[in-house]
């Protein structure tokens, strides 16, 4: 078996736990060793299999995977693994292409990254992603669900219903650019802001992604003839929530 732990000694402190799944084994440990020593705990896996087994003994708390692997796709692989967890994930990979960002980002990654990997660059948005999420679990703690005109958010279980318990199809960025309106509660945000929340600083992806998910939110959020709109354009900002909320703790 080719998945193995990367050991670093320390402090009892809980670390960040980490899989890189890769086939390359060169890069597979060249990123697990630089990791492991930032802090990390690190375990690696050669195939998706490998990436299951780890994560049945001990859920993580980040994965990097390749999109090509050998027993399957990595975007299937993520998928997957999102239905039940809500472990931060960046694709690493050589597939560089715009449609296969967009397909990575919306359906199931935080992050995109392409090969030949810079190892620092990786670090930062790692470090980045992991902070995002923490934020999010303590507003999740402290309101883990969220009304708002006819729906209903729920932060934990990452979905969206309306009042009598119908669910509304989003994708992951709908839900991400959603929840952060929500959470601001009439402040506005500026598309800068936005385009972070749905990308973890890709620049790959910018205000046109924002005005397009606000866009597809829109349709999917109609209010009745002469009510408030749910989504306000802010001109010269970004967008605010146009409709009061109610936390249930």
Not at 232 to 238: A, E, L, M, P, S
Request: charged share 30%; aromatic share 4%.
């Amino acid at each position: 078996m080719s998945t193995r732990m990367v050991e670093m000694t320390g402090g009892a402190a809980r670390r960040d736990r980490l899989i890189v799944v890769e086939d390359d084994p060169v890069t597979r440990t060249m990123i697990a060793r630089y990791f492991a020593e930032e802090g990390f705990e690190v375990e690696e896996a050669a195939t998706g299999a490998e990436c299951r087994r780890a994560m049945k003994r001990m859920p993580a708390d980040l994965l990097f995977i390749d999109i090509q692997l050998p027993d399957g796709d990595g975007f299937d692989l993520a998928r997957e693994i999102r239905s039940t967890s809500a472990v931060g994930i960046i694709f690493v990979t050589q597939k560089d292409s715009e449609v296969d960002r967009v397909v990575g980002l919306e359906l199931a990654g935080d992050d995109y990254v392409t090969k030949p990997v810079k190892l620092r660059e990786l670090l930062a948005r790692s470090r980045a992603l992991l902070r995002r999420r923490g934020l999010e679990r303590d507003a999740a703690r402290h309101n883990p669900v969220v009304t708002f005109d006819s729906w209903l958010l729920d932060q934990t279980r990452r979905e969206l219903t309306t009042r009598d318990g119908t669910p509304v199809r989003v994708t992951r960025g709908e839900f991400d650019l959603l929840a952060a309106l929500v959470q601001a509660n009439g402040r506005p945000l500026s598309r800068d802001y936005l385009v972070e929340v749905i990308s973890n600083r890709d620049t790959e992806v910018g205000d046109r992604t924002v005005d397009a998910l606000v866009a597809r939110l829109r349709r999917k959020l109609q209010t009745p003839a002469g009510g408030p709109p749910v989504i306000v354009t802010v001109t010269g900002v970004g967008y605010k929530l146009g409709v009061r909320t109610d936390a249930r703790g």
